[in-house]
């Protein structure tokens, strides 16, 4: 169960009202690197999980990360809060509340227009958030890896908006946001090593045959060699024959049809066949002809 | 430039047609963590690489993910080659046809009726593949981890697919491709440990008061303690109020106001306000009451 | 700040494992009208909101909201628990996990192949959870009304899904969350009238020529008169040509255009004027044509 | 069957192109709150209907609702009307038409270039309409609250749009659709209170036990009591333990389990234990490691 | 304005209730090919179409397709009537109910759960319609094409849907509205004739060097020449190196950069450099590790 | 199987970065008419085609997107190469930095923060591509006519992108690509005729009594006739009592219920019914009365 306490986790202090910036700092409240998206991710996964350790990690850190939610969502509210009053009462010349709507450069026309102002669950281009951000499939080898390489990217979308903003408050604000992602991320690399093995992922190992291969898919000037296709861990493919059809078949695909299968397939192909060798004149050399 | 070669990666040999199976593999074609997915991260990923080596192992993956692209929908295909020939064809009794079409238990009828069966790119689900599902920000150390975790994702996915076909060619070549993600973990892993150091990623420290810290959230029986939360790394913090408003601030939000700003939202709360002391009749209690 | 409690605000007992049963649960998971979408927009609105009452109380419920979040998709990770291992672990034949992953009738086999039975936020039909969902629009006599609403369907799916299971605990749960949805729609009708007045909402007052009159748009046979479009509160408008055109003009649009503008339009209805006096052969007549 | 009649319901005079307020008019175009929506969600209901005073009440409004979405797209048209020209035309300098394109300052720019200035479906962020935007469930104590709750937000948004303009041809035409805003809602009202009772929506009746009981779940500086929570209809309870496991058990999830199940997820169990006594070295602190 | 008329344009007969048809027919409600997409479309490309006789023909045309879209809904509210009584009435024991919403074998689990059995604008699969299912992009040589391309993929999803039932009333009214998509297909193309020329769409002429010229850029078993790439019309590119940086340059990338960028691209590119030499140990190879 | 050549098939050269500009770029690097959609959609269809000849173009052209993508994509990576590097290393004050991010006028901020200056698989507008935008339904009929208009469609669009730079190197590309959619759209139009009969599409003849009639929905100033309505093809409908139930019934629908859903309907209908002669107080006449 969930309780909520009316202080923040983290004291939020804005300078000056700034609906443009408000609108930069939704990519945190509504996108895929935000707030919504942790807290989600994490505590889906809590929900499934059924190895204490991992479950008691996830629900701890999606409740801090309900509450980073609430600190980034009332930096966006203090942020419209003097754009909000004014649309609301019509405080200001229509030109002038033109302006203020279209002026900041971003979408933050919508967020006045379409939500008053209000902290939406949307990016800062105004898509709303949808859980397609959410990769958890239920294995924690790859879930882990998954939440790392979420913590990382919060990270430095957290990063790019505090270069963004002089504003003290708020990147004191962003800075302690930021931070929190490292220690998090910290935490996930802490659990996937708890497992062990965890690599490869899942039950079911690789073929040898094909897992310390490295085709070399894209040549030309620039192709380069590194630990990550060396020789060391790596067979290296280069020569484009032996890319294809690497079972040792003919690289063509087929299937075992029965007969009604067969005969169904026969007469579509001779219902819709193409011929090549018509000529015929087409649409678009009738519509080619000019002259009225 | 791309170049194609009508040789499969790997040759694709079904037994027989199964619509209910072609529509589970649907997601490594056109869902999250499916081909098109991985061809797209990287690709992009690599556009936008100016470091040589990464540069050219994202687009020698991206170019063999595009070419699983083609051998997991060749598998598609195969498998729906019957029943696309009998629809089209109404080379069956209607309620023949019908049963065929609702009788898989999944979303194979949708695959049928709307693509014909063809391999769309949704998936199993029917749900269309869209690029949120690519989590790339343009940074090498939290692309890399997204990359690791995304290969992650790909082989348990393609284990379960293995776990839930007799088909030998279908599986053949699932193992291929689950084996392949492997392979490919394992160059990313090389490449994100070649950058020196990458970890924070980015540019900006983190701040030291919060970087080792671990706020327990989540209390109650079930708390655990291990390396993700342990001593040796973290302050652990439990006191419900050490974990609010940890700037030493009182949590509660401000911003200043300019004039304007501040006549428009007093007139705004003037006319939203709600009075504590009414007890005003409403809408569900005039539709309690019965009697006609 | 959020802080989070391991028991649940309501004990969860499932007497047997049922993926089927599990993804019907989904609906109010992660569907439009589920604890997801509750909890996002009552926690949204209080963040922005500044009256005192109205706030407190949106906190209030958006974390129980969150609380019955808990409850529900831990349903469905008991549904499921049964199924997530079997697949995780291949622990049955080939052929009888493919039959339990397709035999539920529903989507439960996107629950176990992508989301390896966790509970995902997704709606029964595998739909992922929007934002969209959320219709906040920043003015309390309409969000008021929208969470009226909101409760009011929330209630309806509960009774459904009641209504679709034998299992005690189950519908226990059920049972205790629908009636929560009654509760929050009686708080939140106290809430809008508190407000004086709250109708019309907003602040401009409609224009009295056309607030009071009832356009009769679709008529024949079942054409009905009643309370609301009576006579009583109603101008009740049959007449076709006085339904259109109602400000008295001619009902034709007209926008001032400057010279280039016009230029531009002229050259533009020029280059793609269509002859009305020419019989043109087209691409289809060209395709009707038979023989080879 | 429905008709159409070329005259507008409202003579649509527009004083000047103006492409960046073509932008805002789509929000009421292909937004969550404007005509589409309200068309489809009463057209969709009405044709579930069977009750004859509200099958006959739907198609009327959804008729109209047409008529309205006419009416905003033909604004958009003639405000895009100028720009459309020069772009097809190309008809203005290179720079001169790419200032036109981006200095709106919102995304006009995506009308133009993707939608050649005709209205789009989309709302003035670009996002296309959906049907998530129609919350009807088939209930009409429900429906109609949703309904309610609809036309109170789109009479806000015509409000803040007729805010945003001097053109007095627009806002005429605002006004108008404004207002029969607030004349369908009182339709909609009158039509849900001529349903007895209709509160609580659906069948089944609440649990008496939770249905008058108000959790203060948020609490801390900025609690408040009304008649939203206060003692004449809500029990309220405050202290943490009487908010848990309400239903008198302990808080903790349990699920029966079969045989094979239990084996099969202590193989999970045992696979994927992480180990709370070991403290590994992690991917992180290989990558904390500076020098080469 | 539109007007409705309660009478169908095509009277619609169902003999019996069938969900799981119901949900089928959704596919040419709310799915892409369907009649409501078909109704957007021309509806808003008659708002901004400025030529007489084309305008006139997409508002008649777009005033039809709204009729279908109401034969077409009232198709599912009719086959779904039954289930729609019982489960809001619980009017069958709940195992019953829950076989008849799960025993379709697609998704009508949805439609009765979440819709309450109302013809919601979803596809067959439960996908909301969306306008990015709709193509216009304001160029009439563009649009027409699309719309002739839409009307003869409407054209087929009907004959599909006509395949796959026995009702004699839903066949007939199939008919019907399959057989008005020939019909306005016909009348597209005469339009598109209409213009002259139409092709190439829009202004601009094509660069005469590239504009017959056919890259072969799949090769291997299974090339073929016909008219659509044959030396009557095309100069037909085989050469791999012929087919790289056509232009005649070197096919690799550049821009000029300003000092200041140069200087940040270098410290980026060093801070982020991948080191060729190293070989790292990885997060990997420390997760392979076995043993505890 | 694919293989790629790092030389590009049209060189990019940009003269300087310009977000802004790259921002317009996505239109046709992830936008509807883009060349992810080209490529997803030929390639696609390939996989499903048995046809050799078509087979065989599909890839080939399916081939060639790709290798466009790649230059379009080139195109945004160059363009945004400076205001990369600045932001990730923080090269500017943040006041410049805010103003560089902001000031495009369009989306160019959304690549920035969330993508980091890569091109990303968005239109213009910042919306994710998706497989919606693909319509192919796997009857080459169809498919083909949808490509032709597809063909059509980024023609126009690469059309306004030209008339909206001046960087020289840009224009050339993009002048390319412009008309290799030309040179593709006449082999598409080539396969299409190569079918015979290909009109009208599939199997299924329309009904004679309806294929040849034009129905004149919308009435009024601006009717008009042409060939798309004329006497010579159509039969022209004007009178409305001729445009409903034109199969000779009442237009009245209809559905054979067996006697359980009849008495679930009627209690449904009892439960729910609206009562036409109350006149109901409502919850907007209590919200509408003022004074506390």
Wanted: proline share 5%; hydrophobic share 35%; net charge negative.
């Amino acid at each position: 169960m969930f309780a909520h306490n009316k202080r923040l986790q983290y004291t939020v202090r804005v300078s000056e009202c700034n609906p443009g910036l408000a609108n930069l700092m939704l990519e945190q409240f509504g996108g895929p690197q935000g707030e919504l998206a942790a807290a989600c991710r994490y505590f889906t996964q809590g929900l499934a999980e059924d190895d204490p350790g991992r479950k008691d990690m996830l629900l701890d850190i999606a409740t801090e990360e309900l509450s980073h939610l609430e600190v980034i969502g009332t930096i966006v509210a203090m942020l419209n809060k003097g754009a909000k009053g004014k649309l609301a009462e019509a405080a200001e010349e229509t030109a002038e509340l033109y302006r203020s709507i279209t002026g900041a450069g971003n979408d933050s026309h919508l967020t006045q227009v379409l939500y008053g102002g209000g902290p939406a669950l949307v990016n800062s281009g105004g898509a709303p958030w949808h859980a397609g951000y959410i990769d958890s499939i239920g294995e924690p080898t790859a879930d882990l890896r998954s939440n790392i390489a979420a913590e990382a990217r919060a990270k430095i979308i957290y990063e790019r908006l505090i270069n963004l903003t002089d504003d003290a408050g708020v990147k004191n604000a962003l800075q302690f946001l930021m931070t929190r992602e490292i220690s998090h991320q910290q935490s996930f690399e802490k659990a996937l090593y708890a497992i062990t093995p965890n690599f490869p992922p899942g039950k079911l190992p690789g073929d040898p045959h094909f897992a310390n291969v490295y085709f070399n898919m894209s040549q030309g000037e620039g192709d380069m060699r590194g630990s990550w296709n060396g020789d060391g861990h790596f067979t290296y493919v280069s020569e484009r024959k032996e890319q294809c059809a690497v079972d040792g078949g003919d690289g063509q695909p087929r299937v075992a049809l029965d007969p009604d299968e067969e005969t169904a397939l026969e007469d579509l192909a001779a219902r819709t066949a193409s011929d090549p060798d018509a000529d015929p004149t087409t649409g678009a050399e009738l519509g080619a002809e000019t002259g009225r």
